[in-house]
């Protein structure tokens, strides 16, 4: 390809739909690199509003006249600590796969850099997920570097680890006695043992989810079938709106699931359980018998049944 076929020029409106299409490749490139992204389909940018605005320089590079990749320059007021007052953050930067390797990402670069220094602004920044190792060594090589490394930390909804079994266990057990240690049979509460909460979670993570930082969460819920089975959460954790959140992520699981009807179990006596639940839009549908599970056998056990409509 001769590079007099490469054309840089400025986006217009009539360019929305290709530049959204743009965009949307940038979304399935960075999607590996945060799980954190809803499902598709999700926009990134307000393209519409970047091509208007006059703070904004759009580029779109056609080859032949066909646009094959783009990005954009926005300029902004830098934090007072800086030494300078003004910055451009880049943008949407993206060339077609089959259009790469051959110097169409620099001449957008280019293009930009130019614009900005016509603006009177000489600091340019961008960002890029540290593990898009191919996406941070072609940034390199036109000049950038490391500035801060931004941290997260999920500590919302999540699947949890097979490594915090041994802590989501100590919730389910430490919940146990709490609320259920005065109001139990013997016989149940006797073989509630930590090691056997240990024993029975590996088979439920795949239908569990924890609320907390990764490695100490703070709660978790699981489901079994049209059932909400458990719902523990850390004493600590209490009055922070994490049951509210492990709550409706389970009926939303439940109803994605296709039931329209789903119900727990809450142990008799448990008050402060069935206050949550009735809360939450659950309601007491009787007395039922609710055989569980013992090392010696099984044990029926008579529980209050709430459903709710989904």
Request: glycine share 8%; net charge negative; hydrophobic share 40%.
């Given at each position: 390809?001769?590079?007099?076929?490469?054309?840089?020029?400025?986006?217009?409106?009539?360019?929305?739909?290709?530049?959204?299409?743009?965009?949307?490749?940038?979304?399935?490139?960075?999607?590996?690199?945060?799980?954190?992204?809803?499902?598709?389909?999700?926009?990134?940018?307000?393209?519409?509003?970047?091509?208007?605005?006059?703070?904004?320089?759009?580029?779109?590079?056609e080859?032949?006249?066909?646009?094959?990749?783009?990005?954009?320059?926005?300029?902004?007021?830098?934090?007072?600590?800086?030494q300078?007052?003004?910055?451009?953050?880049?943008?949407?930067?993206?060339?077609?796969?089959?259009?790469?390797?051959?110097?169409?990402?620099?001449?957008?670069?280019d293009?930009?850099?130019?614009?900005?220094?016509?603006?009177?602004v000489?600091?340019?920044?961008?960002?890029?997920?540290?593990?898009?190792?191919?996406?941070?060594?072609?940034?390199?090589?036109?000049?950038?570097?490391?500035?801060?490394?931004?941290?997260?930390?999920?500590?919302?909804?999540?699947?949890?680890?097979?490594?915090?079994?041994?802590?989501?266990?100590?919730?389910?057990?430490?919940?146990?006695?709490?609320?259920?240690?005065?109001?139990?049979?013997?016989?149940?509460?006797?073989?509630?043992?930590?090691?056997?909460?240990?024993?029975?979670?590996?088979?439920?993570?795949?239908?569990?989810?924890?609320?907390?930082?990764?490695?100490?969460?703070?709660?978790?819920?699981?489901?079994?079938?049209?059932?909400?089975?458990?719902?523990?959460?850390?004493?600590?954790?209490?009055?922070?709106?994490?049951?509210?959140?492990l709550m409706?992520?389970?009926?939303s699981?439940?109803?994605?699931?296709?039931?329209?009807?789903?119900?727990?179990?809450?142990?008799i006596?448990?008050?402060?359980?069935?206050?949550?639940?009735?809360?939450?839009?659950?309601?007491r549908?009787?007395?039922?018998?609710?055989?569980?599970?013992?090392?010696?056998?099984?044990?029926?056990?008579?529980?209050?049944?709430?459903?709710?409509?989904?």
């Amino acid at each position: 390809m001769k590079m007099e076929n490469i054309k840089i020029r400025e986006a217009e409106l009539k360019d929305l739909d290709t530049l959204l299409e743009f965009e949307q490749g940038v979304i399935e490139a960075e999607r590996p690199f945060d799980a954190g992204l809803k499902p598709d389909p999700i926009n990134y940018y307000d393209i519409e509003q970047l091509v208007a605005s006059p703070d904004v320089r759009f580029a779109v590079a056609e080859v032949d006249g066909k646009p094959v990749g783009c990005g954009y320059a926005r300029i902004e007021e830098a934090k007072p600590y800086l030494q300078y007052d003004r910055q451009s953050y880049l943008g949407l930067m993206y060339v077609l796969p089959d259009f790469r390797r051959r110097g169409i990402n620099n001449l957008i670069l280019d293009d930009l850099y130019r614009w900005a220094l016509s603006k009177g602004v000489t600091d340019i920044c961008l960002e890029v997920y540290p593990d898009n190792t191919s996406a941070v060594r072609a940034y390199e090589k036109a000049g950038f570097s490391p500035y801060l490394l931004q941290m997260q930390a999920t500590i919302g909804i999540r699947t949890p680890h097979a490594s915090e079994i041994n802590h989501l266990a100590k919730i389910w057990y430490d919940g146990l006695q709490d609320a259920h240690a005065a109001i139990l049979p013997h016989e149940l509460r006797d073989d509630r043992t930590l090691e056997s909460f240990r024993e029975r979670l590996p088979a439920l993570l795949d239908d569990t989810r924890a609320i907390g930082p990764p490695g100490i969460p703070y709660g978790f819920c699981t489901l079994k079938n049209d059932e909400l089975y458990q719902l523990y959460l850390s004493a600590g954790a209490r009055g922070t709106g994490a049951a509210q959140m492990l709550m409706n992520d389970a009926e939303s699981r439940l109803k994605s699931r296709g039931f329209t009807t789903a119900w727990l179990a809450c142990a008799i006596g448990n008050d402060r359980a069935a206050r949550f639940y009735e809360k939450c839009g659950w309601s007491r549908i009787g007395i039922v018998n609710n055989p569980v599970q013992l090392a010696s056998g099984p044990f029926d056990l008579d529980v209050w049944r709430y459903e709710k409509d989904l």
